[in-house]
């Protein structure tokens, strides 16, 4: 059986991950993707359209294939008010060994647009997710991994998880073959933010994830916490308005058809659908580790599936 930090009954070793995601990169992706030039990117607006039209630049600049000719799936859902128009961008790197068997990696760019005056630019919820995986995408490009990946890129995430939906009904070629789903939803947090978080289903899996990490930044080597569940908001007082982790990102889509994920955040926090959730108040810092410990564990799951 294949581990990663397999724990113990003594202090967990760290496991010492180097420097692998160009950091301007990934920063000037957050910046960008969470600019008011995006108005919140909310479904079927402007801003959302505008921001799509970014990440597929950034897939066709790195020679990634679409599953179509354009990297755009669009889709539609019937609401009392009229329909709602969404399109999942959708990206794919065949593996080396097992070429039609696919890792999922899933992270949604919509977020809930202007109120009033206000722009909720969703720079953690979730331009964070995005922005490392398109920086994941450019270091598999180089250096793919065994099995193929799919980089779902998806719309409708705040409307009851849309676009992941649209993917099973409308790529059962591509869903029906997942091995594996690895979602990103806001993995920069806030200037608290002390530990990326995870769940997994099911909960005893060929691989472990460490929770001590040494990660070698520059000439510095700092240490990184990673952490099993999740938060509530202390707001967050009665049993029944408890967030149901399992069904609280794309990833439920994935665990509803019965294929197992990893889900990486940071759970919820001071910032979350505010409009102060914007570039200046993100954790660069941690934003930039995460995704590196992200991308290694991605390779963990790569060589134990």
Same mark, same amino acid.
């Not at 591509?174 to 200037?191: P, Q, T």
């Not at 408890?242 to 058809?257: E, L, P, V």
């Given at each position: 059986?294949?581990?990663?930090?397999?724990?113990?009954?003594?202090?967990?070793?760290?496991?010492?991950?180097?420097?692998?995601?160009?950091?301007?990169?990934?920063?000037?992706?957050?910046?960008?993707?969470?600019?008011?030039?995006?108005?919140?990117?909310?479904?079927?607006?402007?801003?959302?359209?505008?921001?799509?039209?970014?990440?597929?630049?950034?897939?066709?600049?790195?020679?990634?294939?679409?599953?179509?000719?354009? !990297? =755009?799936?669009?889709?539609?859902?019937? &609401?009392?008010?009229?329909?709602?128009?969404? *399109?999942?961008? $959708? #990206?794919?790197? +065949?593996?080396?060994?097992?070429?039609?068997?696919?890792?999922?990696?899933?992270?949604?760019?919509?977020?809930?647009?202007?109120?009033?005056?206000?722009?909720?630019?969703?720079?953690?919820?979730?331009?964070?997710?995005?922005?490392?995986?398109?920086?994941?995408?450019?270091?598999?490009?180089?250096?793919?991994?065994?099995?193929?990946?799919?980089?779902?890129?998806?719309?409708?995430?705040?409307?009851?998880?849309?676009?992941?939906?649209?993917?099973?009904?409308?790529?059962?070629?591509?869903?029906?073959?997942?091995?594996?789903?690895?979602?990103?939803?806001?993995?920069?947090?806030?200037?608290?933010?002390?530990?990326?978080? !995870? =769940?997994?289903?099911?909960?005893?899996? &060929?691989?472990?994830?460490?929770?001590?990490? *040494?990660?070698? $930044? #520059?000439?510095? +080597?700092?240490?990184?916490?990673?952490?099993?569940?999740?938060?509530?908001?202390?707001?967050?007082?009665?049993?029944?308005?408890?967030?149901?982790?399992?069904?609280?990102?794309?990833?439920?889509?994935?665990?509803?058809?019965?294929?197992?994920?990893?889900?990486?955040?940071?759970?919820?926090?001071?910032?979350?659908?505010?409009?102060?959730?914007?570039?200046?108040?993100?954790?660069?810092?941690?934003?930039?580790?995460?995704?590196?410990?992200?991308?290694?564990?991605?390779?963990?799951?790569?060589?134990?599936?």
């Amino acid at each position: 059986m294949l581990t990663c930090c397999r724990s113990t009954t003594q202090q967990e070793a760290p496991v010492f991950v180097k420097q692998s995601i160009n950091q301007e990169q990934l920063f000037g992706h957050l910046e960008t993707l969470s600019s008011d030039e995006f108005g919140g990117r909310k479904t079927g607006s402007a801003g959302s359209r505008g921001a799509a039209d970014y990440i597929v630049t950034k897939l066709a600049s790195l020679n990634i294939n679409s599953i179509n000719e354009n !990297y =755009i799936s669009e889709f539609e859902h019937e &609401k009392l008010i009229g329909k709602i128009y969404g *399109q999942n961008i $959708i #990206g794919i790197i +065949n593996g080396t060994h097992y070429s039609d068997e696919y890792i999922v990696l899933t992270a949604h760019y919509d977020h809930i647009g202007i109120k009033g005056r206000e722009i909720y630019n969703g720079t953690d919820d979730n331009a964070s997710g995005v922005s490392a995986m398109l920086s994941i995408a450019e270091n598999i490009s180089q250096r793919p991994l065994k099995h193929s990946v799919i980089l779902l890129f998806t719309d409708g995430e705040e409307i009851n998880l849309l676009g992941a939906k649209a993917f099973f009904e409308n790529h059962p070629e591509y869903a029906n073959k997942a091995k594996f789903n690895i979602n990103l939803d806001m993995i920069s947090g806030d200037g608290t933010t002390k530990a990326l978080r !995870y =769940i997994k289903w099911p909960k005893e899996q &060929k691989f472990e994830i460490s929770s001590n990490y *040494q990660l070698s $930044i #520059g000439d510095e +080597n700092k240490p990184f916490k990673v952490k099993y569940g999740f938060k509530q908001l202390r707001s967050v007082s009665t049993v029944n308005s408890r967030t149901n982790w399992k069904m609280a990102s794309d990833h439920g889509i994935f665990f509803k058809n019965n294929i197992p994920f990893i889900y990486f955040g940071v759970g919820e926090h001071r910032n979350y659908h505010t409009p102060n959730d914007n570039f200046e108040q993100a954790n660069l810092s941690f934003f930039q580790r995460a995704t590196e410990v992200i991308y290694h564990n991605l390779n963990v799951i790569d060589n134990a599936i």
